[in-house]
T-cell receptor, first 118, second 111 residues
Framework: GAGVSQSPSNKVTEKGKDVELRCDPI?????LYWYRQSLGQGLEFLIY????????KSGLPSDRFSAERTGGSVSTLTIQRTQQEDSAVYLC????????????????FGPGTRLTVL | DAKTTQPNSMESNEEEPVHLPCNHS???????IHWYRQLPSQGPEYVIH???SNVNNRMASLAIAEDRKSSTLILHRATLRDAAVYYC????????????FGQGTELSVKP
């Protein structure tokens, strides 16, 4: 079946512009996660959705970052007034049940969106 | 939250077994041990998970110490396609199972 898809695959933008990154999770997956991977840094957690609500936004680096999920499916991560330090690969993952099965639930990752801020 | 420690890098020869260690000395009784790997230019992919007993699947085996303070991911016959960064993770169950990635072990496989 179809896996997690993300768009665009690459995004180049100028400092100060807003960007939107999209994630289409696996159909039927309740939980959705955003991570980012910067050059020289590991993968860091950004935000987690259970259905349409985001019980954990603790990883968002600043108030320039926001995310929403509608219809329990597609999610968008928005970065306002982008800065050069926002350059990274943004990864989305989904899992079947999230918190209800967090002990054993496995996450399926998309290919990521590479964001470059000039 | 329980932390994991892994060697930064390991090397293996093709067709030979590989044992990737992970220490998690502060693991709690309900923490599952998950392994993911990230191939070059790809998102991470799930490999295996376990709680107390050793586990096998088509990709790998997971050996868990009796005291659960360490575990070992075993690739029975390494191939060039197994070259990746391998992450040992204890998902945070009360926060939706979010994954906290450490540095992982970069495995290189020589032909």
């Amino acid at each position: 079946g179809a896996g997690v898809s993300q768009s665009p695959s690459n995004k180049v933008t100028e400092k100060g512009k807003d960007v939107e990154l999209r994630c289409d999770p696996i159909s039927g997956h309740t939980a959705l996660y955003w991570y980012r991977q910067s050059l020289g840094q590991g993968l860091e957690f950004l935000i987690y959705f259970q259905g349409n609500s985001a019980p954990d936004k603790s990883g968002l680096p600043s108030d320039r970052f926001s995310a929403e999920r509608t219809g329990g499916s597609v999610s968008t991560l928005t970065i306002q007034r982008t800065q050069q330090e926002d350059s990274a690969v943004y990864l989305c993952a989904s899992s079947l049940v999230g918190i209800a099965g967090a002990f054993t639930d496995t996450q399926y990752f998309g290919p990521g969106t590479r964001l470059t801020v000039l | 939250d329980a932390k994991t420690t892994q060697p930064n890098s390991m090397e293996s020869n093709e067709e030979e077994p590989v044992h990737l260690p992970c220490n998690h000395s502060t693991i709690s009784g309900t923490d599952y041990i998950h392994w993911y790997r990230q191939l070059p230019s790809q998102g991470p992919e799930y490999v295996i998970h376990g709680l107390t007993s050793n586990v096998n699947n088509r990709m790998a085996s997971l050996a868990i110490a009796e005291d659960r303070k360490s575990s070992t991911l075993i690739l029975h016959r390494a191939t060039l396609r197994d070259a990746a960064v391998y992450y040992c993770i204890l998902p945070i169950y009360n926060q939706g199972g979010k994954l906290i990635f450490g540095q992982g072990t970069e495995l290189s496989v020589k032909p």
